[in-house]
């Protein structure tokens, strides 16, 4: 297998489709950073879908606007906004360019520059990797905060870009690893259209969030 670093990423076509297809889609691809240090990549295990302009609780629910704008954009740029005073989200766009759309990453498993993740996360790692519990694992970047800090997005760096260039330091690449059972729940954190089935995770994976 080629480096993760060398590994093409997906293609538009990909996610120009109902963000429900690309929400479930993305369980078990890669989202790969390089940095000078290295490559830092997790395992997507969790998504929100979020439909556009007729879902009360996408951001582009009330129309396009200079801070949403990504969402209504070609498919496949990544959205990043700041929740909360304290952490950033990051999401995909979907659908053809002018249709707004998106899917929220909301948990990886930690694969590979666990390290360099851990590090910025605070968290203490045992230099033996069989002592690396999944307790401790998970505090790296289960959570969209979490792992964003982990693979350092922030929307000064990453908002709007092209996740799908071969020139893009952010990714998203498919390994072949196949996901067996997905469960589909209402999503987390809102108010609006709180009981909508949008939610994806892989049924088991210890690092959903």
Same mark, same amino acid.
Not at 15 to 30: E, H, S
């Given at each position: 297998?080629?480096?993760?670093?060398?590994?093409?990423?997906?293609?538009?076509?990909?996610?120009?489709?109902?963000?429900?297809?690309?929400?479930?889609?993305?369980?078990?691809?890669?989202?790969?950073?390089?940095?000078?240090?290295?490559?830092?990549?997790?395992?997507?295990?969790?998504?929100?879908?979020?439909?556009?302009?007729?879902?009360?609780?996408?951001?582009?629910?009330?129309?396009?606007?200079?801070?949403?704008?990504?969402?209504?954009?070609?498919?496949?740029?990544?959205?990043?906004?700041?929740?909360?005073?304290?952490?950033?989200?990051?999401?995909?766009?979907?659908?053809?360019?002018?249709?707004?759309?998106?899917?929220?990453?909301?948990?990886?498993?930690?694969?590979? =520059?666990?390290?360099?993740?851990?590090?910025?996360?605070?968290?203490?790692?045992?230099?033996?990797?069989?002592?690396?519990?999944?307790?401790?694992?998970?505090?790296?970047?289960?959570?969209?905060?979490?792992?964003?800090?982990?693979? =350092?997005?922030?929307?000064?760096?990453?908002?709007?870009?092209?996740?799908?260039?071969?020139?893009?330091?952010?990714?998203?690449?498919?390994?072949?690893?196949?996901?067996?059972?997905?469960?589909?729940?209402?999503?987390?954190?809102?108010?609006?259209?709180?009981?909508?089935?949008?939610?994806?995770?892989?049924?088991?994976?210890?690092?959903?969030?």
């Amino acid at each position: 297998m080629k480096p993760l670093g060398r590994v093409a990423p997906l293609k538009p076509d990909f996610y120009n489709r109902d963000p429900r297809r690309v929400a479930r889609a993305l369980l078990g691809k890669l989202l790969v950073r390089k940095t000078p240090s290295g490559i830092l990549a997790g395992r997507i295990v969790e998504t929100e879908a979020y439909l556009g302009e007729d879902d009360a609780a996408a951001h582009s629910a009330a129309g396009k606007t200079a801070r949403n704008s990504v969402l209504f954009g070609p498919p496949g740029h990544a959205y990043v906004y700041f929740i909360y005073g304290t952490h950033y989200c990051l999401n995909v766009s979907c659908l053809p360019d002018g249709v707004a759309g998106g899917v929220l990453f909301r948990a990886l498993e930690p694969v590979a =520059g666990i390290e360099q993740m851990a590090k910025v996360r605070g968290v203490d790692l045992p230099e033996e990797p069989e002592l690396r519990k999944i307790s401790i694992l998970k505090k790296i970047s289960s959570g969209p905060g979490r792992m964003s800090e982990a693979l =350092g997005v922030t929307r000064l760096r990453d908002n709007d870009k092209n996740l799908t260039s071969p020139r893009s330091d952010l990714r998203i690449v498919d390994d072949d690893y196949r996901v067996r059972r997905v469960t589909v729940s209402p999503r987390i954190g809102i108010v609006k259209a709180a009981k909508d089935l949008l939610r994806y995770f892989i049924a088991g994976n210890p690092f959903v969030s």
